[in-house]
């Protein structure tokens, strides 16, 4: 299994970034999959969920600012970033779990300057 995580970037605040992640080696229709964000000097934190049937969540301090979609037929997964705020500097990673097995993607990172 492998989640590739592209994207990232420096963008100054209020601009809007679009992560990607491609996922191989599984049937990414099947398995929700979500974004995860580790800020400098904190712990990793979920930021949006999309089940196997497109159901979404988020948290919220994201909410109304990042969309979450998938596109089966690619196996990948994206998250429109708007709105951006230096709060959301971090490193963002895709996850997805299988069987009670995590995988992680290695990360793709993002800088919003003020």
């Known amino acids: 299994v492998q989640l590739q995580a592209s994207g990232g970037g420096l963008v100054q605040a209020g601009g809007s970034l679009r992560l990607s992640c491609a996922a191989s080696g599984i049937v990414f229709s099947l398995n929700d999959m979500s974004w995860f964000r580790q800020a400098p000097g904190k712990q990793r934190e979920l930021v949006a969920v999309?089940?196997?049937?497109?159901?979404?969540n988020y948290a919220d301090s994201v909410g109304g600012r990042f969309t979450v979609s998938r596109d089966n037929a690619k196996g990948t997964m994206y998250l429109q970033m708007n709105s951006l705020k230096p709060e959301d500097t971090g490193v963002y990673y895709c996850?997805?779990?299988?069987?009670?097995?995590?995988?992680w993607g290695q990360g793709t990172e993002v800088t919003v300057s003020s």
């Open positions: 999309i089940t196997s049937g497109g159901l979404t």
């Open positions: 996850y997805t779990r299988i069987r009670k097995v995590e995988f």
